[in-house]
């Protein structure tokens, strides 16, 4: 009835490219931003933040980032861990090296230098693709966490190997730290997911995204219509690296405040992330914020149903609770391979025609 | 979808039921690679606090609750269960994992929480003028390292020049808590140190233990958790190596650690920091008012084990600051603040042990304003495979407080200087 294009008329060709052609959909995403920056940080308390809503858009902004990297260039990587490890580093580096700059340009600086090693770990792709290519970022993820272990400088010397954020503020209020409140963390997280979302969101969409699709796509088709694989694949790779360096200096800085590479950035987290792009949807930045939802928020969700509500033994919980989140999964990918977003895509087709489907 | 789950969370954070009023939360971890040492200690945690709620009727009158929560050792969902758990007036925290009390003692610190973390944790919190709300007393990983040396020291007469000691620790905070102390006390000593470590979870340690045989160190020092313990006690035997110059810390040396080696874990040592096994008169109530009653922990099967006892020790050590909190205080529902001065007043003697039915089961310690950690002595225990059996073959032994005074003073001034804390109790 009313989401729908006719009556919407563009009378240029800004209006007619933008992101949400639809009305309906842009007052949607108007009111989501409002709700997040409006309402959210005024019902927000210290449970909220630290166990729901920051891990949820630190995990985002992992998934968009490789997101960018497999769904939309076609570059398999299992070395997100390790690259979320490059990143909590060198902001730990920067911020106690530079400790009167502020925490949001260590945080984009240290970003830039995941990209940095994201573009070496990503020449190999210029030769080798597929499994073969996740094998080699697979060596990444061994060769970074080792790195942080075996060399004392990255850890400045310290007894337990642990890195753990000292006070930093913005504005006169501590982002990182213990004295953190809720909202600073939140807001801080969430300012740099809705600028991040919003570059990726135009990127995919302009040249650049357009040349990632076509490499993935058929490379050599691509090659052929004058598309540089050199560029396109190493852009991918740095691109894809600094979303991911970002998100690993905010889990370690803002929502851990202190972590140990092995527990905190292991394979299993470069499992985690891809999970999560699989699930929500290859290339596609809402199926990025769609994964990252189900695979943070449905393990607390479970947690707190049944060991808060139903009162079972926690052990009792936790292996049903893998259970559940696993038996979804499979699940979900058999109902739709192409995950959240396409379900997400499919209701909104159906809405277009609704009420009168035929 | 995240909205209805936001709305379905957030039906279910109203409906929670009211506490009791002497809340001490229970962050275990019953599942995961780290479970064979985390079921028995939370369960002898909980028996306790259910022996004082039954026999007592709590402490000082008022109920204690324990709600438990999961981590499997992860330090994720460790906030969030200190983030679950504290908004229910939680007095005390004591996760047992060096990961989560690193993750925690900023937390704890800005919430006036107490955090009791003994013999684990950060080392450096010993030292009260930094760490106001951290104890780690009886005994932490540096004195157990420093405890390890001594003891070989007296096995071979006083002087370790020219021998070799290897070091097989987990590759974490944890295992790399006590390098610092055995480097200082190898330029005291002149052993030398040979580190090997071992990646999280630890079962795959071929090439440690081929290492171990290549350089074929005089002694071997571990300091492992979980299913690790386990593999480098069969690697050790598959290899020969003599096991009675094996050496655990506390936390790899408990019953699910050596059994599955069979005879093969016949004579090898760890540390203890306190006595072990059922022949303790608090094991009478604890049968009448607990196991019988049905209201044992768990499955109830690690009732008298290694770490039974140290969960059990440490709920102990927390009734008794509850009960000195609630003593300086003058009320009995007291709160976390009052707990934490609690804390700082505890004195454990001799006597008090003998009155709570553990006679000879612990070392008795007084803390203070600058002292949070402790004397750190520990006994020495050997494991006789064919009666399943730990027996203790030392007595206490003090370790060299003329070293490790020295670095818990570097480690924590860094600390203190890194996060701007103004040194307390002058």
Request: proline share 5%.
């Amino acid at each position: 009835m009313f989401y729908r294009e006719a009556g919407d008329f563009k009378t240029s060709y800004v209006d007619d490219s933008q992101t949400f052609p639809i009305k309906f959909d842009r007052w949607r995403y108007y009111a989501v931003l409002a709700v997040a920056f409006g309402v959210v940080p005024f019902l927000i308390n210290d449970y909220w933040a630290n166990a729901v809503f920051v891990p949820f858009l630190i995990y985002a902004i992992a998934a968009i980032g490789l997101n960018i990297l497999v769904g939309y260039c076609g570059q398999v990587s299992l070395g997100t861990g390790g690259f979320m490890a490059v990143g909590a580093y060198a902001c730990y580096k920067l911020m106690t090296a530079f400790p009167e700059v502020s925490i949001l340009i260590h945080v984009l600086l240290a970003g830039g230098i995941t990209a940095g090693v994201g573009v070496l770990f990503g020449l190999p792709s210029l030769r080798i693709k597929g499994f073969y290519l996740a094998v080699a970022t697979l060596a990444a993820q061994f060769f970074l966490v080792w790195l942080f272990n075996k060399v004392p400088w990255f850890y400045n010397y310290s007894a337990s190997g642990q890195i753990s954020a000292p006070e930093r503020t913005i504005l006169g209020h501590a982002v990182t730290g213990a004295a953190t409140t809720a909202q600073a963390k939140y807001l801080f997280c969430l300012v740099l997911v809705v600028g991040l979302a919003w570059l990726a969101r135009n990127l995919t969409r302009g040249t650049v995204g357009r040349k990632w699709m076509a490499i993935r796509d058929m490379d050599i088709a691509a090659e052929i219509i004058g598309v540089n694989p050199l560029t396109t694949k190493l852009s991918a790779f740095a691109i894809s690296s600094f979303y991911i360096g970002v998100a690993g200096a905010l889990f370690f800085s803002v929502y851990l405040g202190a972590v140990e590479v092995g527990e905190a950035f292991g394979i299993q987290k470069s499992f985690l992330i891809l999970f999560m792009v699989i699930i929500g949807g290859l290339g596609s930045i809402f199926g990025s914020f769609a994964g990252a939802a189900f695979l943070v928020l449905l393990p607390v969700l479970l947690k707190n149903i049944l060991v808060g509500q139903l009162d079972w033994p926690t052990d009792l919980a936790a292996h049903i609770e893998l259970m559940i989140v696993g038996a979804l999964i499979v699940i979900f990918l058999i109902a739709e391979p192409h995950g959240l977003a396409q379900l997400w895509r499919l209701a909104k087709e159906k809405l277009r025609l609704w009420p009168f489907p035929h | 979808m995240k909205k209805t789950l936001t709305a379905l969370a957030l039906a279910m954070a109203a409906a929670t039921p009211a506490l009791a009023e002497l809340v001490v939360p229970n962050l275990s971890y019953r599942t995961g690679p780290y479970a064979p040492g985390g079921i028995p200690y939370a369960d002898g945690f909980n028996d306790y606090f259910t022996l004082l709620n039954e026999r007592d009727g709590g402490i000082g009158g008022e109920k204690v609750a324990n709600p438990e929560c999961e981590t499997a050792y992860n330090t994720e969902k460790g906030v969030e269960c200190y983030e679950a758990t504290k908004g229910s007036g939680a007095l005390v925290y004591n996760p047992l994992s060096t990961g989560i009390t690193y993750q925690l003692i900023p937390k704890v610190t800005a919430d006036g929480i107490p955090l009791y973390t003994p013999g684990y944790g950060r080392t450096s919190a010993a030292n009260g003028k930094v760490f106001s709300n951290v104890f780690n007393y009886p005994a932490n990983y540096w004195d157990a390292a420093s405890v390890a040396v001594k003891y070989l020291l007296d096995e071979n007469g006083g002087d370790l020049s020219g021998k070799k000691i290897a070091l097989v620790y987990h590759n974490s905070a944890y295992g790399k808590e006590p390098i610092r102390t055995l480097q200082e006390l190898s330029k005291k000593h002149g052993y030398e140190l040979v580190e090997v470590p071992v990646d999280h979870p630890g079962q795959e340690q071929k090439s440690q233990w081929l290492q171990i045989r290549r350089d074929k160190p005089d002694y071997v020092l571990m300091w492992g958790w979980g299913v690790m313990n386990a593999v480098a006690i069969q690697e050790a035997a598959n290899i020969k190596f003599p096991m009675e110059n094996f050496i655990g810390v506390w936390w790899s040396g408990s019953e699910n650690d050596v059994l599955p080696a069979g005879d093969g874990a016949n004579g090898y040592k760890s540390l203890a920091m306190h006595g072990t096994g059922m022949d303790y008169p608090v094991y009478a109530d604890l049968k009448q008012y607990v196991y019988d009653a049905g209201k044992a922990s768990g499955a109830g099967d690690q009732v008298g084990s290694v770490l039974y006892s140290r969960g059990m020790y440490a709920a102990l050590v927390i009734s008794e600051a509850i009960r000195k909190a609630q003593e300086l205080a003058g009320t009995s529902a007291v709160n976390a603040a009052q707990v934490r001065d609690g804390f700082e007043a505890l004195e454990i003697t001799e006597e008090r042990m003998a009155e709570l039915g553990l006679p000879h089961f612990g070392q008795p310690f007084a803390a203070s304003c600058s002292d949070h950690g402790g004397p750190g002595a520990a006994l020495i225990q050997q494991w006789d495979a064919s009666a399943k059996k730990w027996s203790l073959i030392t007595g206490f032994i003090a370790p060299d407080d003329e070293v490790l005074t020295p670095l818990v003073m570097e480690d924590s001034a860094a600390f203190a200087a890194e996060n701007n804390i103004a040194e307390r109790c002058n």
